[in-house]
C-alpha cells in the first residue's frame, strides 16, 4: 500500500490543493507534469527533524484515496497555495475542519506573501506562513508541542507567521532568506505517487534579482538569487533515475541563468557522470546565452529552454523592465537553433506599451525566427506587481479577482485606452490561431528529412509517444466504456 496515502501514525499532513473539488470525484487516479517542489522540499525537511509525514497530491488523487487522507487523524494540517489555488485551498481547509474541528490549519505558499491577511479572513484557516517554510515551520511545530493554544505574544516569536490576536489579524515579517540550499534534504518524493508524473522536477536556484512588471517573484522570496553546488544538482538528479526511473528532469528555476558559471559547473557536473539524463530548462534568459554555452548544454542532455520573450516591440520591453533587446532576443533563437535545442518561445499580450500592431509584430517574429514552441498569455496582473498598479492607474479592471486569474486566462482581465479589452482580444484571437497552425506544422512536417537532421532524441520520443497514444486512444476509449457499464451493473 502507498505511504502517500496510507501512513502509520502521520503527525503532520501536507496538502496540494489544485483539483481538489474534482478529486472529491474522481474516480481513476490523475496525472501532472511534475510534483509539488515546496511540499516536497517542506515533508523532507520535517521528516529529517523527526515527524511523520503524509502529503496528498489532490490532482492526482481519487475520490477514494483523498477520503481515506482526510479520515486520518493529525496533529497539523498545512495547504499551500497559489492565488489561483486558493478558493481550493479554503475548501481542502473545511473538509480538513469538518472531519477534524481541533487540527490546526496553516496556509503556505506564494499567495500568503501577496495577502497575508486575506489568508485568515476564513475561519477554517489558522495560521499562514510567509517565505521559506523548512525551517520556520519547524520551529512553529515545537511550539505547538509546547501548547496547543500559544500565547500571541509566542506567535509573535515566528518569523513570517501570520495569527490571530483576537480579533485583529497579525503578520510578522518574513525570515531572511536561506542561503545554505545544500543544506537541505532531496525532497521527499517517496511521499508522492511518482509514477502519476511525467517529469522530475529539479531546483538549481532560488530567486531572481530582475524587475519585470508582471512578476512576483519580488513580493514572494525578494531580490536575492542563491544557487546550489551544481555537483549535489547533479547528484540529486542521480538518486531520482536511480529510484523513480528516468523521466524527463525539468529544471524548474526562475532564473537559470543568472550566473553563466552555475550553468556552466552544472553542464559539466552532468558530463562527468555520464548519467545521459534529457532535461528542459525554465529560466533562461536570452541575453545570457553564448554559442559556447549552449553547445555544452546540448552534450549535457539539454532538449529544450524556455525563453521568456514577452515582446519584440523595444517600448515594450524597456516599459516591463526587461532589460533585453529585440536583437539578443533574436540571436538567442538562432544560437538555440543552431546548438539543436528546441526552443520554447512564451510570449504576452497586454503588457504596458502594447498595442494590436506590437502583438502582431510579436507574432511576425515568432514565425520568422522559427521558434519551435511559440506560446502567447493574456498579461495577468497580480497584487504588489507594477502591472497591477499599471492596470489600476492607467486604465481599468474588467475582473480584479485575481483570484480566478490563471496564466492560461484567455480573457482580458483589464484594458487602458491605448489597447481596449476588444482589441486585446482580437490580438490573442491571432496569436492564439498562429500557435496552434505552428503546432499542427511542427508535427506535419516532423519527418521531412530537412527538419529530421535537427531534431534531438527527445523531440523523437515525444514525437513516436504522441503517435502511440493517437493509435492506443479508440482502444483505451472502448476499455473505459466498458469499465463504466460494469461498474453500474
Not at 481515506?68 to 481547509?93: D, H, M, N, P
Not at 548544454?297 to 516591440?313: D, F, K, P, T, W
Not at 498569455?377 to 480584479?400: Q, V
Amino acid at each position: 500500500m502507498k505511504r502517500w496515502i496510507d501512513p502509520m501514525q502521520s503527525e503532520i499532513a501536507l496538502i496540494d490543493p489544485a483539483g481538489f473539488s474534482q478529486a472529491l470525484k474522481r474516480r481513476r487516479p490523475g496525472r501532472k507534469l511534475f510534483p509539488h517542489m515546496g511540499l516536497g522540499y517542506v515533508a523532507a525537511a520535517l521528516e529529517r527533524n523527526g515527524e511523520r509525514v503524509q502529503v496528498l497530491d489532490a490532482g492526482v488523487a481519487t475520490h477514494r484515496e483523498l477520503q481515506r487522507f482526510l479520515s486520518q487523524s493529525v496533529k497539523l494540517c498545512g495547504i499551500t497555495a497559489v492565488s489561483f489555488t486558493f478558493r481550493e485551498a479554503l475548501i481542502a481547509a473545511r473538509a480538513v475542519k469538518q472531519r477534524h474541528p481541533g487540527v490546526p490549519v496553516i496556509l503556505g505558499g506564494p499567495h500568503v506573501s501577496i495577502d497575508p491577511v486575506g489568508c485568515l479572513d476564513d475561519a477554517a484557516v489558522d495560521y499562514a506562513l510567509q517565505g521559506e517554510g523548512e525551517e520556520v515551520l519547524i520551529d512553529f511545530l515545537e511550539v505547538l508541542k509546547r501548547s496547543p493554544n500559544p500565547a500571541p505574544e509566542v506567535l509573535a516569536s515566528i518569523p513570517g507567521l501570520v495569527y490571530r490576536d483576537g480579533r485583529r489579524i497579525c503578520v510578522q515579517p518574513p525570515a531572511p532568506r536561506l542561503q545554505a540550499l545544500d543544506e537541505l534534504p532531496y525532497p521527499a518524493w517517496h511521499l508522492f505517487a511518482m509514477e502519476r508524473y511525467q517529469q522530475h522536477p529539479v531546483l538549481t536556484s532560488r530567486g531572481c534579482p530582475m524587475d519585470c512588471a508582471f512578476c512576483a517573484v519580488d513580493a514572494i522570496w525578494g531580490r536575492s538569487w542563491v544557487h546550489r553546488d551544481p555537483a549535489q544538482v547533479v547528484s540529486e538528479i542521480a538518486w531520482l533515475v536511480k529510484q523513480w526511473g528516468k523521466k524527463l528532469i525539468h529544471i524548474n528555476d526562475d532564473n537559470l541563468t543568472m550566473n553563466i558559471r552555475h550553468v556552466e559547473g552544472f553542464c559539466d557536473a552532468l558530463l562527468e557522470q555520464r548519467l545521459e539524463v534529457d532535461w528542459v530548462a525554465q529560466g533562461v534568459r536570452a541575453d545570457a546565452l553564448t554559442p559556447e554555452l549552449l553547445r555544452k548544454m546540448r552534450r549535457a542532455g539539454c532538449h529544450r529552454v524556455s525563453l521568456g520573450i514577452e515582446s519584440v516591440a523595444p517600448e515594450v520591453l524597456e516599459a516591463i523592465g526587461k532589460k533585453e533587446t529585440v536583437e539578443e532576443i533574436a540571436r538567442a533563437v538562432r544560437l538555440c537553433r543552431e546548438a539543436g535545442i528546441q526552443v520554447l518561445g512564451m510570449f504576452m499580450v497586454g503588457n504596458p506599451g502594447d498595442r494590436e500592431e506590437t502583438v502582431a509584430a510579436s507574432i511576425r517574429f515568432a514565425k520568422e525566427s522559427g521558434i519551435d514552441l511559440p506560446a502567447f498569455y493574456m498579461a495577468i496582473p497580480y497584487p504588489k506587481t507594477r502591472l497591477w498598479e499599471h492596470a489600476r492607474t492607467e486604465g481599468h479592471f474588467l475582473n480584479d479577482d485575481y483570484l480566478a486569474f490563471t496564466h492560461m486566462s484567455t480573457e482580458p482581465v483589464f484594458e487602458t485606452p491605448a489597447f481596449p479589452a476588444e482589441a486585446r482580444r482580437r490580438a490573442y484571437a491571432q496569436a492564439a490561431k498562429f500557435c496552434r497552425r505552428q503546432y499542427r506544422r511542427y508535427h506535419l512536417t516532423f519527418w521531412w528529412p530537412g527538419r529530421l537532421l535537427r531534431r534531438n532524441r527527445y523531440e523523437l520520443i515525444l514525437e513516436l509517444s504522441l503517435y502511440g497514444k493517437v493509435l492506443l486512444w479508440p482502444f483505451k476509449a472502448l476499455w473505459r466504456r466498458m469499465a463504466a457499464a460494469g461498474e453500474r451493473g
